[in-house]
């Protein structure tokens, strides 16, 4: 048996790290930017209005009401703005550049708002509603480093510099395979010996979650040829095999069967649930495989294959937030294993150390419990029995 820790360090490095390439700003929300990008313009880009109004020498307008003839008129987007002279006004809107030798805004409505002549009833002091180039970036400077996740701010602001592309950390196409003979997909009817699939559905939602491209293969019966017939032709665009079902000790390991000899090594892993994995390459392509039951599945998601995806995908921080909470009621675990059982974490506001009760048993087939929880509470390899009050890890979902 293996530590939980060392068999998510072993599927990291398998996943290793994620192509860099250039995607259109429309399709890069979410990704992680792959390269440091300094501005090549500054914001704003020259000196502007903040306020439609009257653009004006601030020594002009000291004393009021004092009235100035209009010289120009300057809408946003005007490109041959002429100097202001002085004891002149230039009218001007927001985001319209400043003309040279205007030191001050006067906002429209300190003003009889006329177009010939404006009459000014307030003074300005220099600066007064005038938005300075490089005030919010500097032209040159760092605007976003390598590792930033790309959310809607970050993309204005790389459009806001002229970016029409960013490099970013291609998401991995991930190819989902569930196997059983068992397994059958509404709206076929149940017989008696036969469930309905559902790994497949929260493998596919979990991997789009995180960002990756996901195909899905719902189920394949457990021989040996027809899972090779099957799968083998879709790894060619896969940059990771994941399988549920069949790695355990029975007499029909479809995954185990047809894999061992290729090069994925089964194992026990110290955790509960989750215990038999798999993994290493097929025909050169990472495989994880993982057990049939859906708790395990999910649970193996999040303590080793969430993290190795994030981090191939270049997330500068892939763990879940872990905090500490009170035991509601006691737990037991069996001993030499993490287990990893569904909690609902809550903390009242003031309470420095929030609360956690389990939901549902420890058994792998409870899926139902795992829908009602919030987080995984986690009991360490040594502990075999947790007091009710006592603290444990809780990771939040
Ligand atoms: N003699 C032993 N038996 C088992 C051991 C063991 O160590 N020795 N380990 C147990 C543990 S723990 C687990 S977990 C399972 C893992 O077994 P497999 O990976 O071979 O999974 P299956 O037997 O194929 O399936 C287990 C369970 O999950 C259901 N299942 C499978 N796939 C799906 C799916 N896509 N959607 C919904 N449900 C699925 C399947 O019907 C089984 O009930 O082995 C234990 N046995
Ligand atoms: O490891 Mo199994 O996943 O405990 O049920």
């Not at 404006?118 to 490089?134: E, L, P």
């Not at 790695?247 to 110290?270: C, H, M, N, P």
């Not at 215990?275 to 395990?296: A, Y």
Request: charge should be negative; glycine fraction near 12%.
């Amino acid at each position: 048996m293996i530590s939980v820790d060392a068999y998510r360090g072993i599927v990291t490095d398998l996943l290793g790290h994620a192509r860099i390439t250039a995607v259109p700003l429309a399709r890069a929300a979410g990704l992680v930017l792959a390269a440091d990008l300094s501005a090549e313009v500054a914001l704003p880009p020259f000196d502007n209005s903040a306020m439609d109004g009257y653009a004006v020498r601030a020594a002009d307008v000291a004393e009021t009401p004092v009235t100035l003839p209009v010289a120009d008129d300057i809408p946003a987007g005007r490109v041959d703005v002429a100097p202001l002279a002085p004891g002149t006004a230039h009218r001007i809107m927001t985001g319209a550049p400043l003309p040279p030798g205007a030191d001050a805004v006067v906002m429209v409505e300190h003003t009889d708002g006329g177009t010939t002549d404006v009459r000014i009833d307030r003074a300005a002091a220099v600066g007064n509603h005038v938005r300075r180039t490089g005030e919010d970036v500097t032209k040159g400077s760092l605007a976003l480093h390598a590792g930033t996740v790309l959310g809607h701010a970050q993309l204005g602001l790389a459009a806001a510099i002229g970016l029409a592309e960013l490099p970013v950390r291609e998401p991995l196409s991930v190819l989902v395979v569930s196997t059983g003979t068992e397994l059958v997909t509404a709206p076929e009817p149940l017989r008696h010996g036969q469930i309905y699939e559902s790994n497949s559905v929260m493998l596919a939602a979990a991997l789009s979650g995180l960002g990756c491209r996901v195909e899905v293969v719902r189920s394949v019966v457990d021989d040996v040829g027809e899972f090779r017939r099957i799968v083998e032709p879709k790894l060619a665009g896969a940059d990771l095999l994941i399988t549920s079902g069949g790695v355990s000790a029975g007499a029909y390991e479809v995954v185990k069967d047809a894999l061992s000899t290729q090069g994925v090594e089964f194992r026990k892993i110290a955790m509960q649930p989750g215990g038999p994995q798999g993994c290493g390459r097929w025909n050169g392509v990472p495989v994880v495989t993982l057990p049939g039951n859906p708790v395990s599945v999910l649970v193996s998601f999040e303590a080793f294959l969430r993290p190795a995806l994030l981090s191939a995908m270049g997330h500068p921080d892939p763990e879940r937030r872990r905090v500490r909470a009170r035991l509601t009621e006691e737990l037991s675990s069996p001993p030499g294993r993490r287990q990893f059982r569904r909690g609902y974490y809550t903390q009242a506001e003031g309470e420095v150390t929030g609360q956690v009760g389990p939901r549902g048993g420890p058994g792998s087939h409870l899926l139902a419990a795992f829908t009602q929880a919030n987080c995984l509470i986690v009991l360490p390899e040594e502990v075999t029995s947790a007091p009710r009050g006592g603290e444990v890890d809780v990771l939040l979902l």
